[in-house]
């Protein structure tokens, strides 16, 4: 703790954002004795993984399930340094349930290793090989991932935490780095195998926002094993609130604070360094300028570039500029009575309706059911959540927006209604959330979710690091390695604690 001090003042941090990412980097950093400042624009913490009441349903906003609960897990890590309990959670089993177009019987990711194999065998002939090479990626990349590596590495101490993560056993994955799932599929001979591809494509945009074909092949090894034991996929008892409300709970016991509805609305840059943020508070329009020796914005990579105005560095903003489509998401939020869920349901399944239509564009949903007393809905009534990503231009500068939003909440409404008892009797309330909707309550850049993708161009040590061209700016969340989810965003904050920590010398000059 002495060490975050120059002289007898504690450094101070303003972190821009109550997401996970800006929750964990905040209590994280509280906890090592650092003056911490969170500052929000929404009402609640948690950004995408945040919640919403009505009619005494609590609806999850966006995530739904959480890895890195499993002890060794980054959750687990993180929560067991805090001091504080994890949430408690059950695990998915299967992690999800995935029917193809035109099949009534799923695919079913089952938690047990040797239960998935079978499965996987029995529904995609002649694709262990696949399989096989992917366990073999995912054992390699997951203990180098555990040896927190910095990803991609901006100066010496960023390569040295690097360098210190690689073991022989890692060289494994080198030859791979520039495949492709696609291009693996090729390989086997597997590329023809329609609902294998199919299969893929549904879970691996889940995780990656591409094509199985698009989709990193070191990434994908991770995406699609991270389901099974020992680790594997947990559902929050109570909400997914619980992970903000404890991670909130950390910052304030260690002397950080919190403020919600406070929008920053510009970060300060002096000679390539960061000096502080502009600040409004919303209720009372008062606006400030608060000065920081760090500023972490837990925000997008686009929003990053928003902040800083005619302050962020060309190259920089060239390369933002120039990324690939980012995705959005349409959500639908349904408060049902009990009857409509059919016996046995899993908490998580996947629907691709049309073969020949898009993954997304509510062609393909992600459905995530409640389980009677798991917190979310009253006794005999459940909350159903699909959603599916969507392009983006569909929704921006048009004028029959809600005609849009209501067609696309009847069709999901439709396609939902050919596995759940969907009838008005059974449904008590319904609403959608769509990129206006994301753009709103979570600010995010014409409400791009998911990150920048898992693409070859952009995953590990080709995305955007933590560490910007700005002096003691550092970036957290999906933007950054390893991507999207709440476990991901986690890890992207202890890289930025360890950095900031790690600079504790300089901070004195
Ligand atoms: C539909 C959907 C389903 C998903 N399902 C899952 C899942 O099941 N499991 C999983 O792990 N992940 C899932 N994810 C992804 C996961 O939710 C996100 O990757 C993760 O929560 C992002 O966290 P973050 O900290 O990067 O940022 P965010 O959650 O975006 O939080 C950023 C915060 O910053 C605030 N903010 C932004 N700009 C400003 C500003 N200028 N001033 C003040 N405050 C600001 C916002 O209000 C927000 O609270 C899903 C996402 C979506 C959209």
Known sequence: MPGNRIGSIRSRVIIIGAGIGGLTAGALLAHKGYSVLILDQAIVPGGCASTFKRKGFTFDVGATQVAGLEPGGIHHRIFSELEIDLPEA????PACAVYLPGEDTPINVWRDPQKWQEERSRQFPGSEPFWELIAALFKASWEFQGRDPV???????????LTKAIRSSTFVTVPYTLFTVGDALRAYGLIEDSRLKTFLDLQLKLYSQVSAEETALLYAATALSVSQLPQGLFHLQGSMQTLSDRLVSA???DGGKLLMRHTVESIKVEKGKVTGVVIRNQKT????????????????????VQLLGKKAPHGYKQRVQKLPPASGAFVVYLGVDE????????????????????????NSLFVSVSRPGDGRAPTGKATIIASSFVNLDKWWGIDD?????EHYTNEAIAHLAKFFYLKPETIIHVEAATPRTFERYTARDRGIVGGIGQRLSTFGPFGF??????????????????????????YSALTVVRQIESQKTSSVG
Not at 90 to 93: A, L, S
């Open 401 to 405: 927006y809600e005609e849009l939003k």
């Open 90 to 93: 059950t695990p998915c089993d």
């Open 285 to 304: 329009d008062e606006v400030w300028t608060e000065h920081a020796d760090h500023v972490v914005a837990n925000v997008t990579v686009q929003n990053l």
């Open 465 to 490: 690091a933590n560490r910007t061209p700005i002096k003691h700016l550092w970036l957290v969340g999906d933007s950054t390695h390893p991507g999207e989810g709440t476990a991901g965003v986690s």
């Open 339 to 362: 009857s409509a869920i059919p016996v046995g349901c899993p908490p998580h399944l996947q629907f691709m309706y049309d073969a020949n239509g898009p993954v997304g564009e509510n």
């Open 251 to 253: 910052l304030e016991r």
């Open 151 to 161: 990803l991609p590495p901006r100066n010496i101490w960023d390569l040295w935490q």
